[in-house]
């Protein structure tokens, strides 16, 4: 079971930025699809961005061109650049390895504890 730590949260002004780490334990890091997601309060859990195995992203429309995904398969680390904040980017991020199937695209591992993201206005 890979575990999986999430760390760069914090309290930032709108516009400013932060860049979440998540490291994951166990091998064979770099054959997984990788993805962020958040939490706000009272809402559900949605993906941030993805990334493949081979390194192509995809972002939901709410962060295009602000947010950018990175990946180094070394340290078995994924990384989420945020760019331009907005109040609306707080929530708790996560990540996960992502499964795509047939029938959608699942989640791999237990969640880990997340990291905090604040934005003031």
């Known amino acids: 079971q890979v575990q999986l730590v999430e760390s760069g949260g914090g309290l930032v002004q709108v516009g400013g930025s932060l860049r979440l780490s998540c490291a994951a334990t166990?091998?064979?890091?770099?054959?997984?699809?990788m993805g962020w997601y958040r939490q706000a309060p009272g809402k559900q859990r949605e993906l941030v961005a993805g990334?493949?195995?081979?390194?192509?992203?995809n972002y939901a429309d709410s962060v295009k061109g602000r947010f950018t995904i990175s990946r180094d398969n070394a340290k078995s680390t994924v990384y989420l650049q945020m760019n331009s904040l907005k109040p609306e980017d707080t929530a708790v991020y996560y990540c996960?390895?992502?499964?795509?199937?047939?029938?959608?695209?699942?989640?791999?591992?237990?969640w880990g504890q997340g990291t905090q993201v604040t934005v003031s206005s």
């Open positions: 996960n390895g992502r499964a795509h199937l047939s029938s959608g695209t699942f989640t791999l591992w237990s």
């Open positions: 166990g091998s064979a890091f770099s054959i997984y699809a």
């Open positions: 990334i493949t195995s081979g390194g192509s992203t």
